[in-house]
């Protein structure tokens, strides 16, 4: 699954491309990726505009001018490739569905605008999906009045922070920060590199966790968002950028996947454990249980 630098990565991209676009037609292949009725679809969806293209934690929402937005939720192995008569571009699981002539056996929805551009929505697995949902409603929906906050919110605070934890002090604080109901969208990779940032052991209790430590993971956990947002995301195998460009954060990375290589900060020999039931990197010197 996607993490949040990469939905992100998609978004901008993706809002330099469809907005103001007219949508003349959508057709897809199952229910289950497209799970919409049709009056709805006519009603609501063709002939509107494209007014913007957001993003709440991992899923994509695209504003129609018929208030209704589209929903979507790369999942596993889902893509979302652009195509007009000058350029192609292509974001998510990299196969060669992004490159090849589509649509393919992998493309379960597809749209076409008035310019005669063509957005594609594949997915080999049919684990993802594009919902039409009232604009409104969005915010009632189970998953967005569970989410927590979202850590690049300008007005996210270190206290906000801190405060999200409170009532998980006997939680290992790795199993914590990966709770989408605390903070929004941090996922295996960036909880790796923002606890490696701040010094912290990622199988330490939350609530011996002291509140200048809390500062530094709320610092760190941003700058790991933000340079790999720079970078266009993880790649963590499966995902590319909205151009169709593997991210190139993976060769910032400080411990994630360097087991066996010196620590980047002391040269003790990182090591990968398991702790929330994930696969961990630390640096045994710099972070201590």
Known sequence: MPELPEVETVRRGLSELIIGKQILSATSDTPKSFPNTVADVRQFMIDAKVTAVRRRAKVLLIDLSSDYSLVIHLKMTGQLVYVDAQARFGAGHPNDSLVNALPDKSTR????????????????????????????????????????????????????????????????????????????????????????????????????????????????????MNLSIEKGGSSNRNYVNAEGKRGSYMDFANVFRREGLPCPRCGTTIEKLRVAGRGTHICPFCQVL
């Not at 790795?174 to 989408?180: E, F, H, R, S």
């Open 109 to 224: 929805v597809t749209m076409s605008f008035n310019d005669e551009s063509m957005l594609f929505f594949n997915d080999q697995r049919k684990f993802g999906w594009v919902k039409l949902l009232p604009t409104a409603e969005i915010v009632n929906l189970p998953f967005m009045q569970k989410v927590g906050p979202e850590p690049l919110d300008l007005h996210f605070t270190a206290k906000q922070f801190r405060e999200r934890f409170t009532r998980r002090a006997r939680t290992n604080i790795k199993a914590a920060i990966l709770d989408q109901s605390v903070v929004a969208g941090v996922g295996n990779i960036y909880a790796d590199e923002s606890l490696w940032g701040a010094k912290i052991h990622p199988k330490r209790l939350v609530g011996s966790i002291t509140d200048a430590e809390f500062e530094l993971l709320y610092t760190d956990v941003r700058a790991v």
